[in-house]
């Protein structure tokens, strides 16, 4: 059992930035690929950005690739999306999700998520 915790959403001006942070409760954390994932209002939930287990290999959706940065720290349990130059569409409910394999994560297909935090861009 893995209980994912995020934090960091808020109300932005475009061009400014955020950083999310998601918290694991659980030990084997370590072992999992971690993603992001974002849904705004009337669309599906949409894949955004992947770590593997040990933060040596990252993916991202083309729309935030040179803007939003992954990253990990295993002996905090914790992941992070550092999110810059955010437009007024990247306002979204952004999620963070944990699985046993990147495909599981780059295919929004996560084996646990978190509960989601708000991320809202204005003009």
């Known amino acids: 059992q893995v209980q994912l915790v995020e934090s960091g959403g808020g109300l932005v001006q475009a061009g400014g930035s955020l950083r999310l942070s998601c918290a694991a409760s659980?030990?084997?954390?370590?072992?999992?690929?971690m993603g992001w994932f974002r849904q705004a209002p009337g669309k599906e939930r949409e894949f955004v950005a992947a770590?593997?287990?040990?933060?040596?290999?990252?993916t991202y959706t083309d729309s935030v690739k040179g803007r939003f940065t992954i990253s990990r720290d295993n002996a905090k349990k914790t992941v992070y999306l550092q999110m810059n130059s955010l437009k007024p569409e990247d306002t979204a409910v952004y999620y963070c999700?944990?699985?046993?394999?990147?495909?599981?994560?780059?295919?929004?297909?996560?084996?646990?998520w978190g509960q989601g935090t708000q991320v809202t861009v204005s003009s």
């Open positions: 770590i593997n287990w040990s933060g040596g290999a990252t």
């Open positions: 999700g944990g699985g046993y394999t990147m495909g599981a994560v780059t295919t929004t297909r996560p084996d646990y």
């Open positions: 659980e030990h084997t954390f370590i072992n999992y690929a």
